[in-house]
Nanobody, 115 residues
């Protein structure tokens, strides 16, 4: 089992940037597919980006070209670099780890994009 702790959220202006971090603990981090999800008020939780153990990435169309997911195996940390932020990016962002039918969620970090 992997335990996840997100950080890096906050208030930014439209067009600004933010980097989220997800620190993982556990013995199998390197074999997990890691992902970032987000949930806006009144909306379903949606996938933002994923990165496999081999560093293959996948992005939601809404963030493609603006967000970058990466992982550092030595630090057991997954990052989400968010550029050109839009108000519609406002949500609670959650880190996820998954291996087969086993998954873990972080507590979430608030990202607010507003003037």
């Amino acid at each position: 089992q992997v335990q996840l702790v997100e950080s890096g959220g906050g208030l930014v202006q439209p067009g600004g940037s933010l980097r989220l971090s997800c620190a993982a603990s556990g013995s199998s981090f390197s074999r997990y597919t890691m992902g970032w999800y987000r949930q806006a008020p009144g909306k379903q939780r949606e996938l933002v980006a994923t990165i496999t153990s081999l560093r293959i990435t996948n992005y939601a169309d809404s963030v493609k070209g603006r967000f970058t997911i990466s992982r550092d195996t030595a630090k057991k940390t997954v990052y989400l670099q968010m550029n050109s932020l839009k108000p519609e990016d406002t949500a609670v962002y959650y880190c996820n780890a998954k291996a087969g039918d086993v998954g873990s969620w972080g507590q979430g970090t608030q990202v607010t994009v507003s003037s």
